[in-house]
């Protein structure tokens, strides 16, 4: 069964503070994405990676960075939290067949 | 650009009653199209899944889908809902399998089931 896993699950953070999501899966995909859930939006793609070293935007990438250090990590990073950016945050993976994309279980961040 | 309409926030069915969830996409070309569901805190799980091919597609728990290109929609059907149905269910189109992690989601659907 494929495996990806988050962390924090959940995280309070301070306007201005930085913030990192993590997040690690174990079915060596190489195609890693970010997206954010908000009720009334669904799921939007923040920012997906083809492989280690590489990052590229989505569709909604302002106020994030990303950083994709090997194959099994995919990091979502907050420089500077604000509160609009409180939501869910979900990771995902996929093989470069893509017959399908995994997803881990999210993080709900409050940006206070 | 891409979009998903589903265009019932909430749906609400008695245990046994047939269901049926509505998707309406947008885009120029051949679209993946993909039904999500997510479980109170969880992730999404795929539900099935449309590739360029039979109109009809199977998918997990009953469900089914039907992709017809002269009305730009991919609704989901059940034939007899179980109150473990009970979710909130999104429809998605990405451009191609090369990109199929690339999803467009819709707003997504709340399904409510009844004894």
């Known amino acids: 069964e494929a495996a990806v896993t988050q962390s924090p699950r959940n995280k309070v953070a301070v306007t201005g503070g930085k913030v990192t999501l993590s997040c690690n899966q174990t079915?060596?995909?190489?195609?890693m994405y970010w997206y954010r859930q908000d009720t009334g939006h669904g799921l939007r793609l923040i920012h997906y990676?083809?492989?280690?070293?590489?990052?590229e935007k989505g569709d909604i990438p302002d106020g994030y960075k990303a950083s994709r250090p090997s194959q099994e990590n995919f990091s979502l990073i907050l420089e500077l939290a604000t509160p609009s950016q409180t939501s869910v945050y979900f990771c995902?993976?996929?093989?470069?067949?893509?017959?399908?994309?995994?997803f881990g279980k999210g993080t709900r961040l409050t940006v206070v | 650009a891409q979009s998903v309409t589903q265009p019932d926030a909430r749906v609400t069915v008695s245990e046994g009653a047939s269901l049926q969830l509505r998707c309406k996409y947008s885009y120029f070309g051949t679209p993946y199209l993909f039904w999500y569901v997510q479980y109170p805190r969880q992730g999404l799980q795929l539900l099935l899944k449309?590739?360029?091919?039979?109109?009809v597609v199977q998918g997990v728990n009953g469900f089914e889908a039907e992709f017809s290109k002269s009305n730009s929609s991919f609704h989901l059907r059940k034939a007899s809902v179980h109150w473990s149905d009970w979710a909130v269910y999104f429809c998605a189109v990405s451009e191609g399998t090369q990109v199929v992690g690339q999803l467009t989601f819709g707003r997504g659907t709340r399904l409510q089931v009844y004894a």
């Open positions: 079915n060596n995909h190489n195609n």
């Open positions: 995902a993976s996929g093989d470069s067949a893509n017959t399908e994309v995994f």
């Open positions: 449309y590739y360029p091919g039979d109109p």
């Open positions: 990676s083809y492989g280690a070293g590489s990052t």
